[in-house]
């Protein structure tokens, strides 16, 4: 079993949807997890941290559950420019090395 | 103010030869990172420095593979007698130590 695994989609939405990802991890030593966004050809760029109470901006929302091992990513009022690949980002407790999932691919057309 | 920069954005080399790529962190972060992404792929963690302590070289995938870093500055990857699959995009990231990390654009090595 991969250490963090994704499905990568492309999860293909209409504007205005709401669309969720989920991202697993095996370790349960894992104590920080992130999500960033990659634009194609581009480098990644943070999008938000995941607390174990979960956190909200604007219209993302990002959840962890940590009895399951896995984090959410929620996406609300889709718009164009959401057009991506998520990818979930996860280190285990004790370490400094972060492994990336291999990411989630979202369209989101007109 | 500056983010992390990579230099060249762009390598095309002959099989066979070596290169060698380049990374300027932003100042002041303590660690930073190499990762490798092939086309579609996700990203594979090459090399990790922090601060003087020894780097951890634990995702270099062969004797080909070496990195430098000098205190918190400036970084070099290279890569010997370079070989077809090695082409990829380069990555660096900087941060401090277990927060962000910040991607520079990458550097785009093909190896013909």
């Known amino acids: 079993r991969k250490e963090v695994e994704q499905d990568p989609g492309p999860f293909n939405v209409p504007e205005g949807a709401t669309v969720a990802f989920n991202c697993t991890y095996s370790n349960s030593a894992s104590q920080s997890f992130f999500w960033y966004r990659q634009d194609c050809r581009k480098e990644p760029k943070l999008l938000m941290s995941?607390?174990?109470s979960g956190n909200e901006d604007g219209r993302f929302t990002a959840q962890l559950n940590r009895a399951s091992q896995y984090i959410s990513l929620l996406i609300r009022d889709s718009k164009l420019s959401d057009s991506a690949t998520y990818l979930c980002v996860v280190t285990r407790g004790g370490s400094y090395i972060p492994t990336f999932g291999r990411g989630t691919s979202l369209i989101v057309h007109p | 103010g500056a983010g992390v920069s990579q230099s060249p954005s762009n390598k095309v080399t002959e099989k066979g030869k070596d290169v060698e790529l380049r990374c300027d962190p932003i100042s002041g972060h303590t660690a930073l990172y190499w990762y490798r992404q092939r086309l579609g792929q996700g990203l594979e963690f090459l090399i990790y420095f922090q601060g003087n302590s020894a780097p951890d070289k634990s995702g270099l995938p062969s004797d080909r593979f070496s990195a430098e870093r000098t205190g918190e500055s400036v970084s070099t990857l290279t890569i010997q007698r370079t070989q077809q699959e090695d082409s990829a995009v380069y990555l660096c990231?900087?941060?401090?130590?277990?927060?962000?990390?910040?991607f520079g654009p990458g550097t785009r090595l093909t190896v013909l």
């Open positions: 990231a900087s941060s401090l130590l277990r927060f962000e990390q910040f």
């Open positions: 995941v607390y174990s």
